[in-house]
């Protein structure tokens, strides 16, 4: 049993059918508590300033992993930068293992990709097919963490993040998630009879779309200014929220790595059916998807604050300030 490093949603099911263990390197950089100290590592070993954090992040991160035995390389449905990472520790002996989603969502390219992927690590697509029913169990507890955000309104915006976000890898330990999930869900149904618990429908009720945050305490300071956030759009995806039993179809739904106007369609449609009020897009420094702004803008008919970040894991006075508007115009607004 190895593990296998991941740094964006790949079919997990296939690592788990080979007898490995994925990680989401992206969140043990984002959880570790020395963000700051992974970045500069990078840095120190040649990366420069003005390149994506969360690139340098882990990258620092996998250094400090003797034990990862391979890690996954997405070629199409990522970024250039992901590229440029993965041929820099294939350089330093780490093995890289390609993937491809394709661009138009194919599903015969897309089957080749997982079959070959599935292949590369000693499995087959079936046994990949039949970890996916052991995983969709999981999955659909989170699912019911999403339907509490923004149905009743029990859940806050950090606890819907971190259900959602984990689901890229199931923290290693799919049967431990679940367990976590379920003492979650214990509580959350403990505040339908708590009158002290804000419901979401008292509050500014907000989507957040966008690669999840460098800076999580986001969450909380909006629920101090008295806005939730009842939609998390990428992190939703994570879990692949769809009612399918066909793994390659379940990646074809899967909207994050194919194209901008695919991920509109999912956007409008949460929107719409979760009553937002607002729209946060977080984009990361020297990111290609910071360009994405253009065409959400131009797309989508809700208010939007658009949140760029760098390196601080910490949101500073200036971004607390715009949030802090920003919420008191939605309730303005709201009358």
Known sequence: MARIGITTTVPV??????????????????????????????????????????????????????????????????????????????CEGMEVIPFAYPYERDYDLLRAQVEGFARRLGTTLEEAQAEMRRLDRVRRKARRVDELSWKEGLVRGLENHLAL????DFEGDPEGFATKLDLLLEEVA????????????????????????????LYEYLESLGAR????????????????????????????????FYRLRDIRREA???????????????????????ILRRSLDLPMLTLEMDRSSRLDARTRMRLENFVSVLRKDRG
Not at 165 to 168: D, H, I, L
């Open 165 to 168: 976000v984990s689901c890229s």
């Open 229 to 260: 956030v009842v939609y998390n759009e990428t992190q939703r995806q994570f879990s692949l929220p769809f009612d399918t039993g066909d793994l390659v179809e379940k990646y074809r739904r899967y909207s994050y790595p194919y194209s901008i």
């Open 190 to 217: 403990k505040r339908r009879r708590d009158e002290g618990f804000r419901r979401a429908e008292d509050m500014v009720r907000l989507g957040y779309v966008g690669v999840p945050p460098m800076a999580p305490e």
């Open 13 to 90: 099911e296939v690592i788990y059918a080979a007898g490995h263990v994925p990680v989401d390197l992206n969140n043990v950089f984002v959880s570790s508590p020395a963000c700051g100290e992974l970045i500069e590592e990078a840095e120190l070993a040649g990366f420069p300033r003005s390149f994506c954090a969360w690139i340098k992040g882990i990258y620092g991160a996998v250094r400090r992993m003797p034990d990862l035995g391979a890690v996954v390389a997405v070629t199409q449905g990522d970024c250039s930068n992901t590229h440029a990472l993965m041929e820099t520790l294939q």
């Open 272 to 294: 719409a059916r979760r009553r937002l009020r607002g729209l946060i897009h977080y984009v990361q420094s020297f990111c290609f998807r910071q360009v994405e702004d253009i």
